[in-house]
């Protein structure tokens, strides 16, 4: 089992939901550079972005009613080598006093020369219930779907991978109690924990269901005004696997033009023969 579980919040969606990038391959390439760059710093923005939380301090405040948003990419190329991608984002938030549910999904489909190169589908449901500023009750519900799970690669032969190490669709559902530890203005700390039903599909026909166990746990503090320390960890237990993440930053407002994020982020799969991943990453945005 290769792929680990993220137990995210819908807003969590808003990395995936996102255009293809259609760059114009101009001879003078200045567009297919602007494109290029402002790709660059949007991924920038979405990882500072990671690092903020809408319901941090208590209920959100937010629109009551429906409200949302969509985007659709999409770019298609012919000639030497024909090609097609296609991307579409959806977020729906329904708010009516202390209930609040939000709906992400993103799809991505590609393909070249006639054959299928991407069919994901991620989806996220995610509803809480706000009985006072400290306690609130969630439920919340993901589907991830690989629609090219039931087919090796010639890197997945190379790397002795087979059909049931591929994951075609993980789900789960669960709901618990949620409860913020600290709510002030220089520290926040909130935990979440319930039970579920997880559901897994392998590329080989063979699935499995069980209850399994999640727990969230979502901390920040203020040193001053110019840094803030994050570390968001998320764990999903069953019978099959121990899955954890751990989400580890750093943001540092250094001038006024200038700023950064060092993050750590861990992936613990104890089902894998190399159990944890490791990612270190980098963001500076500099202003003129």
Do not use: C
């Not at 990419?73 to 296609?86: A, F, I, P, R, V």
Request: a negative charge.
């Amino acid at each position: 089992m290769n792929r680990i579980m993220l137990l995210a919040s819908a807003s969590s969606l808003a990395a995936l939901i996102g255009g293809a990038a259609m760059a114009q391959e101009t001879i003078t390439g200045i567009d297919a550079l602007d494109d290029r760059i402002d790709d660059i710093e949007r991924d920038v923005a979405d990882d500072m972005a990671r690092a903020e939380d809408a319901a941090r301090f208590g209920s959100p405040e937010g629109r009551q009613g429906f409200s949302g948003s969509a985007a659709l990419g999409y770019s298609g190329k012919t000639g030497n080598n024909e090609s097609q991608d296609l991307s579409l984002g959806l977020r729906l938030r329904h708010a009516q006093g202390p209930f609040v549910q939000t709906l992400g999904a993103a799809l991505d489909f590609s393909e070249s020369e006639g054959s299928s190169t991407k069919e994901d589908i991620f989806a996220v449901y995610d509803a809480n219930y706000y009985f006072n500023q400290n306690f609130y009750g969630f439920v919340l519900g993901r589907l991830q779907m690989d629609g090219l799970a039931d087919e090796l690669t010639a890197d997945d032969i190379a790397d002795g991978v087979a059909l049931s190490d591929k994951v075609r669709r993980d789900a789960f559902l669960g709901f618990g109690p949620g409860y913020r530890v600290v709510n002030t203005p220089e520290m926040t700390w909130r935990v979440q924990a319930g039970i579920g039903i997880s559901y897994l599909e392998f590329g080989d026909d063979t699935s499995v269901t069980e209850e399994a166990a999640i727990a969230s746990s979502r901390f920040f503090y203020k040193f001053n005004d110019n840094v803030f320390l994050t570390n968001d960890t998320d764990i999903l237990n069953s019978d099959t696997a121990l899955r954890a993440n751990n989400d580890l930053g750093v943001n540092f407002k250094m001038t006024d033009t200038i700023s950064t994020r060092v993050s750590y982020l861990s992936e613990y799969n104890d089902s894998r023969a190399i159990k944890t991943d490791n990612k270190l990453g980098v963001s500076i945005v500099f202003g003129f």
